[in-house]
């Protein structure tokens, strides 16, 4: 977990702290409720991740209580509170949790059953409206403080994410190029590999944290004043993506190049390792002044088979490397484009 991360984890338990407490007070001082439990544990539930999460579940809180309070009302005005009415209650609140809509705070329903019928729930209409106002008061206070107090905006984290990912991709391409321009082993290649199999593990964490990210702006006050500030991450992710699987493929065709007892043609060897260098170096650094490397690429097989001096048997191999590159080359533009965008 990283500093920020752990940042937040912890603004997340000051606020259920603040929000459950002032509920309490509220409910003690001001409606002197006999059964003040009710507001604070609705407001802890109501305290989520992100504003949007907040108020949907404020919203099934909210609802599965009062269906909760209405049962056990009913149970205590129509019958007596017995071993059979207690299960009945019980059974009623978990079928609940199973109605679409309800079904991630359905439990609710039983829970506040548990709470009322357990605390002798008083059989007339006022305490009826002062367990649902107790209720709202949660639910309200909950929504409030997670809004007001620094509600959570993972824009930069996902941001971070994103350029570490950038970061790695550029680096293990570096390391190809100085490599690849001298000689490399079946070890080396291997383990460019596993590096790459790590990124796409790394990739999918991102993929969530930058959906997070997209969740925390809605209904969050802090996006009025940061509108448009966010990237199009999913976007950028996407490229990525598509831009490791051709690494992953670029890596395996030099695994599998490390056996060939052939040797290189010493042109094709250092205008690719150049253009693999310049690539790596405009995802690393988008303003990078770098000759455009499609074009070279583009050149470079144009060259070798002009030549002629190239052995058939050769041509799959240098054609893959030309054409994993030039995949990467045109989803890096892309990638680079999106994040100067976004620094601007």
């Known amino acids: 977990m990283s500093k920020a991360e752990r940042a937040t984890d912890f603004l997340q338990i000051l606020k259920a702290v603040i929000a459950t407490t002032g509920a309490w007070w509220i409910c003690v001082t001001f409606l002197d409720s006999q059964m003040p439990f009710l507001a604070p544990w609705v407001a802890l539930m ?15 809180t909210m609802i599965a ?19 059979w009415t207690y ?33 002798g729930f008083t059989e007339d209409t006022p305490a009826l409206i002062d367990r649902v106002i107790e209720i709202g008061i949660g639910v309200v206070i909950g929504i409030g403080v997670n809004m007001l107090v620094l509600p959570p905006l993972r824009d930069r984290q996902a941001a971070r994410t994103v350029d570490e990912l950038n970061r790695r991709m550029g680096e293990i391409m570096g390391q190809m190029s100085e490599e690849f321009a001298d000689s490399w082993s079946t070890g080396r290649a ?28 809605r209904r969050n006050p802090r996006w009025l004043l940061h509108r448009g500030a966010g990237g199009d991450y999913e976007n950028v992710l996407s490229r990525l993506d598509e831009g490791i699987a051709h690494l992953r493929n670029l890596s395996r065709t030099l695994e ?12 094709f060897r250092e205008q690719w390792a150049a253009v693999l260098r310049d690539t790596a170096r405009r995802i690393v650094q988008p303003d990078a002044d770098v000759e455009p490397t499609v074009d070279r ?5 144009r060259d070798m088979a002009t030549e002629g001096e190239l052995p058939e048997t050769q041509w799959p191999i240098y054609g893959s490397l030309i054409t994993s590159l030039r995949n990467i080359a045109l989803l890096i533009e892309d990638v680079a484009s999106a994040r100067e965008n976004r620094e601007t």
């Open 297 to 301: 690429l583009d050149g470079l097989a």
């Open 190 to 217: 291997r383990a460019w590999s596993e590096d790459i199999s790590q990124m796409r593990t790394d990739l999918d964490r991102t993929w969530r944290t930058v959906q997070f990210a997209r969740d925390s702006r």
């Open 65 to 83: 209580s009062f269906i909760g309070v209405l049962m056990s009302f009913a149970i205590g005005v129509y019958l007596e509170v017995n071993i």
């Open 87 to 119: 299960a009945l209650a019980i059974f009623v609140g978990m079928l609940g949790s199973r109605i679409p809509g309800l079904r991630r705070d359905g439990i609710s329903i039983a829970t506040s059953a548990i709470f009322l019928l357990s605390t």
């Open 46 to 60: 109501t305290i989520q991740a992100t504003v949007a999460n907040s108020v949907a579940q404020g919203a099934q």
């Open 256 to 267: 599998t190049a490390s056996y060939s007892e052939s040797a290189w043609d010493t042109n």
